[in-house]
């Protein structure tokens, strides 16, 4: 520094602790530029060498320019202040570049001071220093941190500047050439297209991103900075820096284009996620969730756009964005909305996985799904423990809310698709329970509200109540008391959800003493409260805690704690036997059950501990003088004055029957009594009920004051009394049945003694059952087996023995024997059960029984288990079906096929049971385990805690194959035989139809399975349809079962390779393309089936109707050969033409989700292709190609079900179907006029041309045929209404209003047929406008618009027509298409087209 400017510098401090700015100013204004600038240079240099950060030199020369503004030398103030300006910036330009820059808050009181003169600048200054930042940018591609606050003001100011001369070097030598005049505008648009176009540093992306978010931007510059700050996000290199720039984007959409930044955030994210999935991803993930939400609450027209992009994206959702979705949900304002979006996007998923498998036409055209919502759930549960916190309540109530959802069936999907999203979200639950303890509490509280107010889903939430017990039995306990306060409101339970909950509950029952406590407190108060459905729920409570206590007990675990708190509850069950007939009667039916389990029948305790409680009651009724005419006090148990009920001794005498039947055939529990006297009582009990079996079985009607004759209805006392006493006695024999029934098997006594007591049971029984009547003369008991009490497991035990496996009888070596004494008390039991084997009345009533438990098992409070289902469908197999099967070598027993009063023979019931047992299966996930039972039975397939692992996917098809080929085999004998056994062959198609089910379901999802499977099913269909086209009688239930049979199997007489083709992946569309052809030639070949049998039925029905003339188009089927009029009969037509509707609205439902595929495919294909990119969408292409050739090969089948042949209701099938084909062609155009880059093809010509003039043709003329005669009617009807007032006061006779029914139902049908007809000819015609491609004249006049005509008038002019429906003097004219009808808005269209349920 020269002396000079030392000098100067004395001066200005002088001046400034004088405060006399303005002489300081006036100083300064003597200075050259140059003087000015070296002093703010030094003095900026002096303060960072000392590290003061004061700069008191230049906050001086700030002061100074502005009070020379403030008195009026705006000129001096102006030039003082922009050298200033400049030189700090410049500054702070350089020392930013350097290695060792400066904290922020080194410059703090230059950017206050540049923030506090900017107004005060001359523009040349702004333009500048704006520049001279730009500069810097380039150069460095970063901002300094003291220019954050300052740079929107800076290009605000600079904004609003009017015209300016500007030359290259006023732009910091950022362009070359001569000087131009630009607007401050236009500079600003310069300069942040020019920032954004440079490179930035990582770094101070943030700080650039802010000071753009911070301007004044116009909505394409938003457009601009939004790209660029998304571009910026590729190039960040730490993770740490992308929270901040995600949140300046988020800042910069409260601006605009809120969709584009939301977009460009969520790709950016799921494709860092394919190249770094770590776990240090996911908490950064986690932050920008954060600030996501906090961006919404400040926005909620972003909320709006991201719940716009959950819509647009559909499938196309990444863990991300359905994360992000979820912490949306938490706002109230979007929960509804987007919990709806996220709850369908499940069900949805798993619907069209589903739909997708079963369409084996479309599949290699169809593009891979892009959503697993498995693995998508699964990601997010587990990253909720790393940083995505936040959504695990979210996740919690949509998984909560969709399994109500599906459970309730409010959501239209398949019934499949809903049970395995119920089991997705129950999985997700259990995840989220077991990794998050904050979550825990509410999950128990919503699982406990919805069993309180008996939802839809409420037993479901009971088995995941007791799959989180089951999983980690502490993390439930701190929660016990909210299940205690739930069974205090024990009375408006239903008895099976408080069993189902304290069975889930038990662990917790045994573990925690102070939960104990307090629920055997409440149980007892609702024993004794006033209403019996409070205290029938609690004696189902009590029973679910027994059988827990017992199961210990079997599992080798059971103590002296165990056994008090067995006593304990077995001391509250004694107390209830002493209520009300109806608590007893459940009382009794629950302890039947309990005595039925092996568990409970090898634990001493309890069977001691009830013989204390039963024997003496049994005492009370057994009399023991045998000159008395019945072994029990028959009158005892009934109120002579009601002549109601007062003593269940049917239910009580079939639980004293099994625990008798358990204490003598142990020894064990014998050794375990406490006195050598409990043996003999054990004894004499035994004797006791040998004495009772023998006494009713010799017993007559009258022994009881009964009369065959006599009334039994409810409507008189005497009926009363004597349906009271009939129920009882039956109920007593019946469980002498069940007590000699095992005493029998195991020798003990006399089998002829239960055939006796079956006599008594069925003369008893038929005559209740044909006196007790309703008011209008109908059985109130439909069968017998309504009355019968025999337990599941005697029920199996006896069928094993009188229907035995022959090949077990006769092999030692058959799995199921163990060993050689295993074998030999098989054979000795089979023996011992000859007497019963011969009586085929009796064998069929056990095995109606047995069949009776599953059919009913599908409530939950008759559950069957597992392995029971199983052992009963191996019986069916073994011991009826495969001797049908093999009636080649070995001629079917008589004993088999013989029918009873029911007209219901073994084989029947071995086939329904069959099909019965697949269903149940089904139903629990479990059908696959069935095949391998029967043909390769084990223990290990029965025991009473079921398999211990399921069979492997390859031996469970190999096995069903081998199943489906024997089943078919047994119907071919059975239609082989003399007389041909019609009922039971067509009881055996529906156990066909249920196993094909299961391959076809295997074939679908397991392509590496299908060779099998689809070779057996293929056979299959060909066998049934040459079944049909065969000599077979014309039995409607029989041709049903066939023509249902060859529809299940239909998909699969596509070629084989069509089964292993996988979808399209849209990013690689490399693969070589399979010709079209190819698969309509496969389309003929699959559907010819069903054609010809749509074209046999047409013909059939034209010849029972003696028709000699008919259309010209139902000339063309007399090319066929006759059918065959024994099977094609006025009773068969109907079911078939049934059949064929419904399966071609399966087959439209099909259509109808690929049409939704093809949207799909097309604007992803389109998001897919480059920009200014004009390639045709070769994917969606091909796959509407492919649709229109499938569409085209079912308008064969529908020309024939357009017959005029057809009467009644099968001609409304028909226009029901023909309106069904309309709207899907409908829904097809309408597509088309949504994807315009989608061309007009020949196949959709061909579709057009043959529905849209070929059908509709057919379709006037079967409108005039059959309905004119009623339009016309109703028009003559509404003619002479004012004539006929006062007629129509009188009461209108049956066949007016059936008439009146039938007009009103014709309108319904031809009104909906003509608007569908009319809505397709508008779709076309704004298709045909939109692609300039003349469409026209594929519409017709005459198959469209003279529905319009009034039909009473046709009957005339009929005459003088040809069957196209227009004079043979005149041709028929072209709709005019409207120029404008392409412009027409869709929105309307959504609001016309009407809605269909999904397939």
Not at 47 to 65: C, E, P, R
Not at 1126 to 1134: A, H
């Amino acid at each position: 520094m020269t002396n000079s400017d030392s000098g100067l510098v004395t001066q200005l401090a002088n001046l400034g602790k004088a405060r006399d700015y303005y002489n300081a100013g006036k100083l300064l204004a003597t200075q050259t530029d140059e003087a000015i600038c070296k002093l703010v240079e030094d003095d900026l240099s002096a303060t960072a060498a000392a590290n003061t950060g004061s700069n008191t030199l230049t906050m001086l020369i700030f002061k100074s320019g502005s009070t020379l503004f403030e008195r009026g030398n705006g000129a001096l103030g102006d030039r003082i202040l922009g050298i200033a300006c400049g030189t700090c910036v410049c500054q702070i330009c350089e020392e930013s570049g350097s290695a060792d820059e400066p904290e922020g808050q080194r410059w703090a009181g230059i950017s206050d001071k540049l923030l506090e003169v900017l107004p005060l600048l001359q523009p040349r200054s702004v333009i500048d220093i704006a520049f001279r930042i730009l500069a810097e940018l380039k150069t460095s591609g970063s901002l300094p941190s003291a220019f954050g606050n300052y740079l929107p003001m800076l290009l605000d100011t600079l904004g609003v500047i009017g015209n300016v001369e500007i030359t290259a070097e006023d732009l910091g030598g950022l362009e070359h050439g001569g000087s131009v005049t630009r607007t401050g505008a236009e500079l600003k648009a310069y300069w942040i297209d020019s920032a954004c176009s440079y490179k930035w540093h990582g770094q101070a992306a943030a700080r650039i991103s802010a000071g753009l978010r911070e301007t004044a931007l116009s909505t394409s510059q938003i457009e601009i900075v939004g790209r660029r700050i998304l571009r910026q996000l590729n190039a960040v290199s730490e993770l740490n820096e992308l929270p901040a720039m995600v949140y300046q984007l988020l800042l910069l959409s409260r601006h605009g284009s809120k969709q584009e930044i939301v977009s460009g955030i969520f790709s950016f994210f799921e494709n860092l996620e394919q190249t770094n999935g770590t776990q240090a991803l996911w908490d950064i993930e986690g932050t920008v969730m954060l600030h996501i939400g906090y961006s919404i609450k400040q926005d909620f027209e972003l909320g709006q756009a991201l719940e716009t992009y959950a819509r647009e994206q559909g499938d196309d959702l990444t863990a991300f964005s359905f994360a992000c979705l979820l912490s949306l949900a938490r706002i109230h304002r979007f929960s509804d909305a987007v919990m709806d979006i996220l709850r369908k996007l499940l069900v949805s998923s798993e619907h069209d996985a589903d739909v997708r498998a079963a369409t084996v036409w479309a599949r290699p055209y169809l593009a891979k799904a892009s959503l697993d919502v498995r693995q998508l759930l699964k990601s997010v549960a587990e990253r909720a423990s790393f940083g995505w916190e936040q959504v695990t309540q979210a996740l919690v109530q949509l998984c909560l809310n969709t399994i109500d959802y599906t459970v309730a069936r409010r959501i239209s999907y398949s019934a499949a698709a809903c049970a395995q999203t119920q089991i997705l979200c129950t999985d997700t639950l259990q995840t989220a329970y077991a990794m998050h303890s904050f979550v825990r509490a509410e999950i128990i509280d919503q699982i406990m509200n919805r069993v309180v107010f008996q939802t839809d889903a409420h037993m479901h939430f009971i088995g995941l109540l007791q799959r989180l017990v089951a999983d980690d039995i502490d993390a439930v306990r701190a929660h016990t008391s909210r299940i205690v306060d739930v069974l205090e409101s024990m009375a408006v339970m239903a008895p099976a959800t408080v069993s189902r909950l304290l069975q889930a509950a038990a662990p917790l029952f045994l573990d925690d003493p102070q939960f104990r406590a307090s629920l055997i407190l409440v149980l007892r108060k609702a024993l004794f409260a006033r209403g019996t459905d409070e205290r029938r729920a609690a004696l189902d409570g009590l029973f679910a805690l027994i059988t827990s206590t017992v199961q210990v007990s079997a599992a080798g675990t059971f103590d002296s704690q165990h056994l008090a708190v067995l006593l304990e509850v077995l001391g509250l069950l004694r107390r209830s036997l002493t209520q009300q007939p109806e608590i007893r009667t459940v009382a009794y039916q629950r302890l039947a059950v309990l005595l039925d389990q092996p568990f409970a029948l090898a634990c001493p305790p309890l069977l001691n501990a009830l013989y204390g409680v039963l024997a003496p009651e049994f005492a009370k009724f057994y009399q023991h003088d045998h000159s008395a005419d019945s072994p029990i006090n028959i009158q005892q148990c009934i109120n002579p004055a009601t002549s109601r009920v007062t003593m269940p001794i049917a239910g009580f005498l079939l639980c004293y029957a099994k625990l008798v039947t358990a204490l003598t055939d142990s020894t064990s529990i014998v050794s375990a009594s406490d006195s050598s006297s409990s043996g003999n009582a054990y004894k004499s009990a035994a004797d006791s009920w040998e004495d009772l079996c023998t006494r009713f079985a010799r017993a007559q009607i009258e022994d009881y004051e009964l009369d065959p004759e006599g009334e039994y209805s409810l409507d008189s006392p005497v009926g009363v009394r004597n349906n009271s006493t009939a129920r009882l006695v039956i109920g007593c024999v019946d469980a002498a049945i069940e007590y000699a029934l095992g005493r029998g098997m195991d020798g003990a006594m006399n089998p002829a003694q239960s055939i006796e007591l079956f006599s008594m049971f069925s003369r008893f029984s038929e005559i209740l059952c044909a006196r007790f009547v309703d008011d209008k003369r109908r059985r109130v008991i439909g069968s017998v087996c309504e009355l019968s009490q025999i337990s599941m497991r005697t029920a199996l035990r006896v069928l094993a023995v009188v229907l035995p496996d022959r090949q077990r009888l006769n092999s030692p070596g058959h799995p199921l024997n163990c060993n050689t004494d295993s074998h030999n008390t098989f054979v000795a039991q089979t023996g011992r059960a000859e007497l019963w084997a011969a009586n085929t009345q009796f064998v069929r009533h056990v095995f109606e029984v047995a069949l009776t438990h599953v059919s009913a098992s599908r409530t939950e409070a008759l559950d069957v288990e597992t392995h029971l289902v199983l052992l009963l469908a191996y019986i069916a197999y073994s011991g009826v079906l495969v001797r049908c099967a093999n009636a080649e070598q070995d001629p079917i027993p008589a004993n088999l096929i013989a029918r009873g009063m029911r007209s219901r023979s073994l084989v029947m019931v071995a086939a329904e049971a069959l099909a019965a047992c697949a269903s149940v299966l089904t139903a629990r996930n479990a059908v696959g385990i069935l095949p391998v039972a029967v043909m390769r039975p084990s223990p290990a397939m029965f025991a009473s805690n079921g398999p211990t692992s399921p069979p492997s996917l390859s031996d469970s098809v190999e096995c069903m194959v081998a199943l489906v080929a024997k089943v078919r085999n047994a119907v071919e004998q059975l239609l082989s035989l003399k007389p041909v056994l019609l009922r039971e062959a067509t009881s055996l198609l529906g156990a066909l139809h249920s196993l094909a089910t299961y391959l076809a379901h295997v074939c679908f999802h397991n392509p590496s399975q299908h060779t099998a499977a689809y070779a057996s099913l293929n056979e299959l269909a060909r066998w049934a349809y040459a079944m049909i086209d065969g000599e077979i009688p014309g039995d409607p239930p029989l041709l049903k079962g066939l023509v249902a049979l060859t529809i299940c199997c239909q998909p699969f007489l596509q070629s084989q390779p069509m089964f292993a083709s996988s979808s399209i992946d849209l990013s690689n569309l490399g693969a070589n393309e399979e010709p079209l052809a190819v698969h309509q030639d496969m389309d003929e070949h699959e559907l010819g089936p069903m054609n010809r049998l749509v074209a046999t039925t047409c013909i059939a029905s034209r010849l029972l109707t003696n028709d000699a003339a008919g259309s010209d188009d139902e000339d063309n089927m007399n090319d066929e050969d006759e059918p065959n009029l024994n099977l094609y009969t006025l009773r068969t037509i109907p079911a078939l033409v049934t059949l064929a509707v419904t399966w071609l609205k399966g087959e439209l439902q099909q259509m109808d989700w690929v049409i939704g595929q093809l949207r799909k495919c097309a604007s992803a294909e389109l998001r897919l292709r480059p920009d200014h990119d004009d390639e045709d969408l070769h994917v969606s292409i091909r796959l509407e190609r492919r649709l229109c050739m499938r569409l085209y090969a079912l308008t064969p089948i529908l020309m024939h079900m357009l017959s005029t042949q057809f009467a009644g209701t099968l001609s409304d099938q028909s226009i029901r179907i023909f309106t069904d084909l309309h709207r899907t062609f409908a829904l097809l155009t309408r597509t088309k006029l949504q994807a315009s880059e989608l061309p007009i093809t020949e196949s959709y010509i061909e579709c057009l041309s043959q529905i849209c003039t070929t059908l509709n043709q057919r379709a006037f003329s079967l409108v005039t045929e059959k309905y004119g005669r009623f339009m016309a009617d109703a028009n003559e009807s509404k003619s002479e209404k004012p004539a006929k007032k006062k007629q129509s006061q009188l009461p209108r006779s049956s066949g007016g209003v059936a008439k009146t029914k039938m007009l009103s139902r014709n309108s319904v049908l031809v009104s909906s047929l003509i608007y569908q007809m009319e809505l397709s000819e508008k779709y076309v015609a704004k298709l045909a406008a939109k692609t300039k491609t003349p469409l026209a004249h594929y519409l017709k006049r005459s198959s469209m618009h003279d529905f319009r005509i009034n039909v009473a008038d046709l009957a005339e002019p009929l005459a003088t027509t040809n069957h196209d429906g227009y004079s043979y003097d005149e041709q028929p004219e072209e709709i005019p298409v409207p120029e404008s009808a392409a412009e027409d808005s869709l929105d309307e269209d959504n609001q016309e087209q009407s809605k269909r349920p999904r397939y």
